[in-house]
């Protein structure tokens, strides 16, 4: 890969209900970037988790850099960006949870 070719990512389109519950969630907040969780907990309320596409499909309804939303995917633990079973099962043994 040459040093300024984007990464390929899967063919990923957004259904018209997530498209549409994002534009909605965008009008609650003055910064875009802000919507992002919202937007990332609608696709995998949906899909089940948030594949790399899913990422430059809500960058661009946003109107953000796809780094923005990848930063918030990956800083919060209950985004999967993997496929996970229908169950989850989460362990904690600290204060913080």
């Keep these: 890969m040459h040093e300024n070719q ?8 957004l259904s018209a209900a997530e498209r549409e519950a994002i534009e909605h969630e965008m009008h ?37 850099p796809a780094s923005d939303v990848e930063g918030v995917a990956t800083f919060y633990s209950q985004i999967f960006r993997q496929p996970v079973g229908r169950h989850v099962i989460r362990y904690c043994d600290s204060v913080v949870c």
């Excluded at 984007?6 to 389109?13: H, K, M, R, S, Y």
């Design 6 to 13: 984007q990464p390929q990512t899967e063919a990923f389109e």
């Design 28 to 64: 609650h907040y003055e910064d875009p970037r802000a919507a992002s969780i919202e937007a990332l907990k609608i696709v995998q309320k949906q899909r089940g988790w948030v594949p790399d596409g899913a990422i430059h499909a809500i960058a661009d309804v946003l109107g953000i």
